[in-house]
């Protein structure tokens, strides 16, 4: 079992910064690869980014690639996602979420709101 809380989510103004958090539960974390997803109001969760449990790879959503840095510290148990240059059509609540079994996500965070402001 594995428990996700994400943080650092904000209002932010266009072209700005944030950097979310999610901090793992449980023993097993270095061994799931995780994920970044978004869902915006009335449209479905989407994919963002993910990383391999040793954080060797990589891999983002095109609208977010270049923008964007997913990264972890399985030291203490977090998942990072660096965002730069956002924009208005950045505003969701993110999501983060641990698969066990590649791009199979079984484990999913409450989620944590993002708004960029125009």
């Known amino acids: 079992q594995v428990q996700l809380v994400e943080s650092g989510g904000g209002l932010v103004q266009a072209g700005g910064s944030l950097r979310l958090s999610c901090a793992a539960s449980?023993?097993?974390?270095?061994?799931?690869?995780m994920g970044w997803f978004r869902q915006a109001p009335g449209k479905e969760r989407d994919f963002v980014a993910h990383i391999n449990w040793s954080g060797s790879s990589s891999n983002y959503a095109d609208s977010v690639k270049g923008r964007f840095t997913i990264s972890r510290d399985n030291a203490k148990n977090t998942v990072y996602l660096q965002m730069n240059s956002l924009k208005p059509e950045d505003t969701a609540v993110y999501y983060c979420?641990?698969?066990?079994?590649?791009?199979?996500?079984?484990?999913w965070g409450q989620g944590t709101q993002v708004t960029v402001s125009s």
């Open positions: 449980g023993r097993t974390f270095s061994r799931f690869a």
């Open positions: 979420a641990a698969a066990w079994v590649p791009g199979e996500y079984i484990y």
